[in-house]
Nanobody, 125 residues
Framework: EGQLVESGGGSVQAGGSLRLACVASGLTFEDYAIGWFRQAPGKEREGISCISSTMATEYTTPVKDRFTISRDNAKTTVYLQMSSRKPEDTGTYFC???????????????????WGKGALVTVSS
């Protein structure tokens, strides 16, 4: 069964940068689109960025132009580079994997096949 493990969480001051990694195992990585999701305290989990097997990407408005998602299929790893952090970026970050026939498709929906356990990121002002 597929497993995802996030790493790289921590505390950062507003304006700083942080990079998260999501390492996948137990699945054929190229058959899965990967998404990053954020759950702020007291709020629902929401998708913020995703990447397809062929590196097509999507971002939601709050993170576009500040976050960059990338993928290394050889290392079965997806990264989320976060810059210009804001206090409202605080939350637990999860990666999710969804199987797809389309190598150019990815999803920000919460209907994932596998989830990681999350990485906590705190941004102080």
């Amino acid at each position: 069964e597929g497993q995802l493990v996030e790493s790289g969480g921590g505390s950062v001051q507003a304006g700083g940068s942080l990079r998260l990694a999501c390492v996948a195992s137990g699945l054929t990585f190229e058959d899965y689109a990967i998404g990053w999701f954020r759950q702020a305290p007291g709020k629902e989990r929401e998708g913020i960025s995703c990447i397809s097997s062929t590196m097509a990407t999507e971002y939601t408005t709050p993170v576009k132009d500040r976050f960059t998602i990338s993928r290394d299929n050889a290392k079965t790893t997806v990264y989320l580079q976060m810059s210009s952090r804001k206090p409202e970026d605080t939350g637990t970050y999860f990666c999710g994997a969804v199987w797809t026939l389309s190598a150019s498709w990815c999803s920000l929906s919460k209907e994932m096949d596998f989830w990681g356990k999350g990485a906590l990121v705190t941004v102080s002002s």
